[in-house]
């Protein structure tokens, strides 16, 4: 059963590539190959809007793939571009990890890789000379985050609901593995102890970059801890966050009674966010520039599949970074 699952899912794939090829018929411009881990990803559409509008600037041709959450499908996914004679992949891998599979048949094929969004460990994307990485510190994010989050709790004494001088906070985390998920949930809470305030987590799960999902959680949580002992709401992205804020909402929460307020934060700057942001129910996020990381990886893949000399647009051979930048509430720009 498993095994007809698997291989409706690779027909179907490649039937989507092979319609998609038909459709854009190749000059003699670059053509691109990007999978792209799940479509239905609210920051990776940004990202993909960003990659298209780039490459028509380039006169590059693009094509992208659903990867469909699923490690498989992408490989199959991966074949199918290099044998449709792509000159250069960009990958956001589902499984960062795994990465290895994708590397071993671009080298094969003698073709650039770039991955964007999931970086590859630095032990996987040194086995290739042409594989780099384009992306922001996810340290950097977690850093701003918990940034907003004490400068609030400074700037409001009401805050510290308990008056114990520590800040009892819920942790929204995304998917297990993801380095934005790992090194957000640590330096967010690093850089509020840093700023002179105990933090203290009284309850956090894992709610894969979801809004649904945290919005469940954050629900049970609720029911379980009760709205009056929570300090702050540290998401790891802005659609847990904004799934935090429905669960909030449907207690009479940040609903604009500033005695029914809980401080939440998340990362992306997505619009959904701004604008609840701009509606008082949400405290701030992080700018990750979806449209710079976008550019920078279609500019690179195309300098890479001309041939080009990228030495001076990488850092340590294989990197571009792309800055974060701090949001907070009514700054919205
Ligand atoms: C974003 C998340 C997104 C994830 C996908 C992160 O950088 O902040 O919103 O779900 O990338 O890999
Ligand atoms: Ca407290």
Redesign the pocket.
Known sequence: MEEVIFLRKVFVTALILVLAFASCSFADGVKIGSCI??FS????LRFRNAMSSESTKEGAELVLADSQNDQATQDSQVDEFIANGVNVLII?PVDRMKSQSIIDKAKSADIPVVFI??EPPASILSTYSKAYYV??K?EE?GIEAGEIIAAYFKSHPEADKNKDGKLQFVMLR??NG?Q?MIL?SRYSVEAISKAGIPPVEIAGAIAN??KLQAMNIMNAFIMSIGPENIEAVIA?????ALGAVEALKANDYNKGSAEMYIPVVG??A?ASALDAMDRGEMLGTVL?DADGQGAAAVKLAVMLAKGQDVSKEVTDGKYIWIPYQKIARGEKK
């Open positions: 881990y799940r990803d609210a920051f990776m956001n969004n999931r992306g922001a996810a994010s995304g998917e993801h934005d957000r970059w979801d790891n992205n802005d659609e847990m990362v992306d997505n990750n």
